[in-house]
Each structure stands twice: as structure tokens, then as C-alpha cells.
């Protein structure tokens, strides 16, 4: 089995992450159709396009959530996608918020944050429990401890699930349109922290739709449509001089 420790650790010269010829079918659709991205340490990536055109898919891919049909994912230097790679621990270096939250209805947003904490990294009891209440404390929501996800707002449901995420001490963090399924006025407060994120040095990708977050606030864009990889570039290079017909179409829709 491959392992992947220390050894492996981000650094300037490796990607933090590295995407080659990543392909991914759902029956006869071809969701993926043969991807080539990297996102260098402490970098910022958004993932921008069309509903279908991947871009969920590729962050579930990179998170092993759905392995990939064809094609490698490299993790600061290591593959990931191998057939005898420990799953697990690859996931327990890579944090990931989804766009409807993923929490489980049944337990306390402590227990929510320190569930993976205990079973995926064998973190102790005591301890689990002191990095959880840090980081929603950090995020804002340490008052919502005890209360289940269902009494709680959709904007601080998703401040746990990232405070979730964070307690992992992700190296890499993948937000999937973390704030489309939000109240509009509970999206900004969402959109700060993750510009809080950013501006720490954490390195993220974004699938959004929130094109001024990605002009301010993303390194690079790369814009996506029918499973490949159109165009990528400087945020605000891309954004506010597209180099094809086709990402000029998307943004005259969504700007």
C-alpha cells in the first residue's frame, strides 16, 4: 500500500496538487474528457463554467470521492490514484466543503467536527474535542456546539462544515459552490472567510459562480466546459479578457 506522510509535504517546487489526463464517465456521459490542471502550494485556483461541465466532478475526482476512470492525481508529489493507495489517508490531507453541507442530522456540531478527527486520524478523545471547539471558535459558531444542524442557519451550517474541514489540518482545501445554497444574505459572510483562508496562505480550490470573489481573490481561473479544460489564466486576465468565444458567452450570462 502506498503511504502518504511527511515526506510528502507541500513544498515551492512540487504542485500541490497535479492533474494529468483525469477522464470520468457516468454511464455512456463523459463528465471528464481528459484534464490537465496543477495548483501550486499556497495558490488559489476557481473553477469556473456551465452546470455540466465538470467542475463538481473534478473536485469529487481530486478527493477521491469519485476515483477517477482514467488518468493520474498527484498530491505534493504523490499519486493517489493508484490501485493500491491508502484512500484515507489521502482524503485525511485534503479538507472539502460541499455546497449542502454534508453534516449528519443526528449529532451536535461538536460531534460533527470531531467525528473524522477521532476515526480517520485516531486523534483522542480530549484532544478532537479541543482542535473542534478552536475552530468554531475561529469560524464564528463555537455558540452552536451543542445544537444539531437542523436548528441552525444554512450560512452556519456551512461555517461548521468548514470549521469541520479545518479541524483535519487539510494541506489542500476544495470548496464546491459552498455558497449556492445559501440565503443571499448569508453568502458574503461565507465568501470573507474563505478570503480569510486565501489571504493565510491556504492552498484552495473553488468551484463558484461568485465571479467577483474570483476576480478579487484567485491566482488563476480556469474556465470549463463539456469536461475539458478551455481556458486558464491570471483571474483578472480571464475575467476581464477572455481569449475565447465560448468563455465570452459565459460571462456575458453570469456578469
Not at 501550486?40 to 477517477?68: D, F, H, W, Y
Not at 455546497?99 to 451536535?108: D, I, K, R, T
Not at 455558497?179 to 458574503?188: G, I, M, N, R, W
Request: proline share 5%; hydrophobic share 45%.
Amino acid at each position: 500500500m502506498t503511504t502518504l506522510d511527511d515526506t510528502t509535504a507541500l513544498d515551492a517546487a512540487t504542485p500541490a496538487l497535479r492533474l494529468r489526463g483525469v477522464h470520468k464517465s457516468f454511464g455512456a456521459v463523459d463528465v471528464l474528457r481528459g484534464v490537465d490542471l496543477d495548483v501550486a502550494a499556497r495558490e488559489v485556483v476557481c473553477l469556473i463554467g456551465p452546470s455540466g461541465s465538470g467542475k463538481s466532478t473534478l473536485l469529487k475526482c481530486i478527493n477521491m470521492l469519485q476515483p477517477p476512470d482514467a488518468g493520474t492525481i498527484r498530491l505534493a508529489g504523490t499519486e493517489i490514484t493508484g490501485p493500491r493507495v491508502d484512500v484515507d489517508a489521502a482524503r485525511a490531507r485534503i479538507g472539502m466543503v460541499f455546497q449542502h453541507f454534508n453534516l449528519f442530522p443526528h449529532v451536535s456540531m461538536l460531534a460533527n467536527v470531531t467525528m473524522a478527527l477521532q476515526t480517520v486520524k485516531g486523534t483522542p478523545k480530549a484532544e478532537a474535542r479541543e482542535i473542534a471547539l478552536t475552530q468554531l471558535e475561529r469560524l464564528g459558531v463555537l455558540d452552536l456546539r451543542d445544537k444539531r444542524p437542523g436548528d441552525c442557519s444554512g450560512g452556519q451550517q456551512q461555517r461548521v462544515a468548514i470549521a469541520r474541514a479545518l479541524a483535519m489540518d487539510p494541506e489542500v482545501m476544495l470548496f464546491d459552490e459552498a455558497t449556492s445554497a445559501l440565503d443571499p444574505e448569508l453568502v458574503k459572510g461565507v465568501l470573507a472567510i474563505m478570503q480569510d483562508l486565501a489571504a493565510s496562505g491556504m492552498t484552495m480550490a473553488v468551484v463558484t459562480h461568485e465571479m467577483g470573489f474570483a476576480r478579487e481573490v484567485a491566482d488563476r481561473v480556469v474556465f470549463m466546459d463539456r469536461g475539458v479544460v478551455v481556458e486558464s489564466g491570471p483571474a483578472r486576465q480571464v475575467l476581464d479578457e477572455p481569449g475565447t468565444d465560448r468563455l465570452r458567452t459565459f460571462l456575458s450570462q453570469v456578469l
